[in-house]
């Protein structure tokens, strides 16, 4: 089974805070993609990646930036954290296929 | 824009019966299309999926139906099931070249004992 791992369930920050959101991958996936989830907006692109070292802006990319030095490591960046990313967060991988994978989110509150 | 839509945010069906959670996409484009099923505190889980090629894609108690002159596809779940209470995510993408998905902003399913 893909398994995709998120390196919090619950994290509280503070405005201004820069905060890693780490997601780990083990299937080998070429594919990693960052989301947030608000009520009533579904599920929305922030970052993703096809390969190591390579990203790519998704729907919803400005306050956030990712690394990926390794291909089962995708890591999300809040430079400066503000109460307006205050949200669920969605990691998933995926392979040749169309089908993501996905962690169990990060619920992350900026006070 | 949003470019797939689940234009009912909610839906309540008892036990036994049919639910039918409904989604539109506007991109002529896409060319495959998945359901994503959400518990709270938990990420999506992929159910079913359907390519374009096809009109119906079944899978046990699931079955999706795609109406591409429409651009609507609809999923059915009979006999509904208690467990089944969840969120309901229809995505879309596109076969060749970047697969992406694009989600509509998902239907809550209560399924009532």
């Known amino acids: 089974d893909v398994k995709v791992t998120q390196s919090s369930r619950y994290l509280v920050k503070r405005t201004g805070e820069k905060v890693f959101l780490e997601c780990v991958q083990d299937?080998?996936?070429?594919?990693m993609f960052w989301y947030r989830q608000d009520p009533g907006l579904g599920l929305r692109l922030i970052y993703f990646s096809y390969d190591v070292k390579m990203k790519e802006k998704g729907d919803i990319p400005e306050g956030y930036s990712v690394s990926r030095e390794k291909k089962e490591r995708f890591s999300l960046i809040l430079e400066s954290a503000s109460t307006n990313q205050t949200s669920m967060y969605l990691c998933a991988s995926s392979s040749g296929s169309i089908e993501q994978y996905f962690g169990p989110g990060t619920r992350l509150t900026v006070t | 824009d949003q470019q797939v839509k689940q234009n009912s945010p909610s839906l309540s069906v008892q036990e036994g019966r049919i639910s039918i959670l409904n989604c539109d996409y506007t991109n002529s484009m896409f060319d495959y299309f998945l359901w994503y099923k959400k518990y709270p505190a938990e990420g999506p889980t992929f159910l079913i999926s359907i390519s374009s090629i096809k009109d119906k894609n079944e899978d046990g108690r699931f079955t999706v139906f795609l109406n591409k002159s429409a651009k609507h596809l609809s999923l059915h779940i009979v006999p509904s099931q208690p467990g089944d209470s969840a969120v309901y995510f229809c995505?879309?993408?596109?076969?060749?070249?970047?697969?992406?998905?694009?989600f509509g902003t998902g239907t809550r399913l209560t399924v009532i004992p």
């Open positions: 299937m080998d996936h070429e594919n």
């Open positions: 995505a879309a993408s596109r076969q060749t070249g970047a697969n992406n998905l694009f």
